[in-house]
């Protein structure tokens, strides 16, 4: 029986190509901590599933972006169409 807390765990290889493909856009040092995480939301309004990568830069700056797909639907066109925030 599944309990509340009971989660499926991510696909390690898809969150990696996606870390690759943010850090590729951006160009983003190795001293850049990179999380990547796939979300529900049943709220109105709200995308049912999205990506969210977090970038923590070495300076304590942090950026995130989100794409309203399943982590393992992300491609490369989708990092590409993100903005860089500074």
Known sequence: MRGLFDRKR????AVRRVKALVTDR?????TTTLAV????CHEPGCPPVETVVTARD???????????KPLSE???????MLEARP
């Open 37 to 40: 995480a796939e979300l529900r």
């Open 26 to 30: 951006f160009d983003l040092p190795e």
């Open 74 to 80: 992300v491609a490369a066109s989708d990092v590409e």
């Open 58 to 68: 070495a300076d304590g700056r942090i950026r995130d972006w989100r794409i309203t």
């Open 10 to 13: 991510p696909d390690a290889d």
